[in-house]
């Protein structure tokens, strides 16, 4: 009998569980702006994206005349992508593919960006030596991540309690502590720096993002899919604690979704 080994099991979920992100690049387009310039992208520059997703970051990157190609692990999500780079009349090519084996030559781009999405690779020293790999010396690594305090480390912490990763997979969140960044690049870089920023998340009320959420967001889908009916009263308790954490950040139908983005400088 064969086995899978934990992690590619775990990939396997995540390429299942990521393919109802789209509505969500609602959200993440505004902060795709913010990371392109904070990446320093320019028009004669090489970038990837990794973990595109739909694209947004990767569109934007074109649309400011740089050469962009995207990765993801998701078909459904690069499908979409590829429409939105026909839609906004930019050529991106779109590969599917996992950050922890990046198919591209070492010393491919000027620039590699990930927003939201290198942090999910369950081995972050596997997913930065790839990144590291595929970037030129004294090219640029920049990548937008959620702090562990701020709404979305603290939804994905409430989820692990349900839903606990394979062992020696890193906690999401600590891509969000600027420490813990600093160790994982170490003396590949210079340059490190880091800057916080929020995006709103338009909110009605917290059961509408949470049920939003169930329906976009893989570990939600997953929660529901593993609790729901067969075992509501555990699904009742994550529901209520994730409401009032909604609440936590909640104004004036919006949610605060606190992100940290980071840049620094390969070595020469
Ligand atoms: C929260 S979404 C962010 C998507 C996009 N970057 C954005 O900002 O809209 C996370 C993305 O990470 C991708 N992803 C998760 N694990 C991955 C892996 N091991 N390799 C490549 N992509 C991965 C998912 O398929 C999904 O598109």
């Not at 005349?65 to 780079?85: C, F, H, I």
């Not at 160790?183 to 909110?203: I, T, W, Y």
């Not at 967001?217 to 529901?239: G, L, M, S, V």
């Amino acid at each position: 009998m064969t086995t899978i080994d934990p992690f590619t099991q775990f990939k396997a979920i995540q390429k299942e569980g990521w393919a109802a992100f789209a509505p969500l690049e609602a959200i993440t387009t505004m902060p795709a702006a913010k990371l392109v310039s904070f990446a320093g992208v320019a028009n004669d520059h090489n970038v990837l994206d990794v973990a595109c997703g739909t694209g947004v970051v990767a569109v934007t990157a074109a649309r400011r005349g740089a050469k962009v190609e995207g990765l993801d692990l998701s078909p459904a999500l690069l499908e979409r992508a590829r429409q939105n780079a026909k839609t906004a009349e930019v050529d991106i090519d779109f590969t599917e593919g996992d950050v922890e084996a990046l198919p591209y030559p070492d010393a491919r781009f000027d620039v590699v960006v990930s927003q939201f999405g290198h942090m999910f690779g369950p081995r972050p020293e596997v997913a930065l030596s790839e990144m590291l790999r595929v970037l030129k010396p004294r090219g640029r690594i920049a990548f937008s991540t959620w702090p562990p305090e701020m709404f979305i480390g603290r939804l994905f912490t409430l989820v692990a309690q349900y839903l606990p990763p394979p062992a020696g997979a890193a906690p999401p969140p600590l891509w969000g502590e600027p420490h813990v960044i600093r160790e994982r690049l170490g003396d590949r870089v210079v340059n490190l720096e880091f800057e916080r920023d929020v995006v709103l998340n338009p909110s009605l009320s917290p059961r509408h993002t949470r049920q939003t959420f169930e329906t976009t967001a893989a570990p939600n889908i997953r929660i529901k899919q593993e609790y729901a009916e067969k075992d509501p009263d555990t699904y009742a308790r994550f529901n209520a604690s994730l409401e009032n954490l909604i609440a936590a950040f909640s104004e004036n139908n919006h949610v605060k979704q606190h992100y940290l983005m980071t840049r620094a400088t390969k070595k020469g």
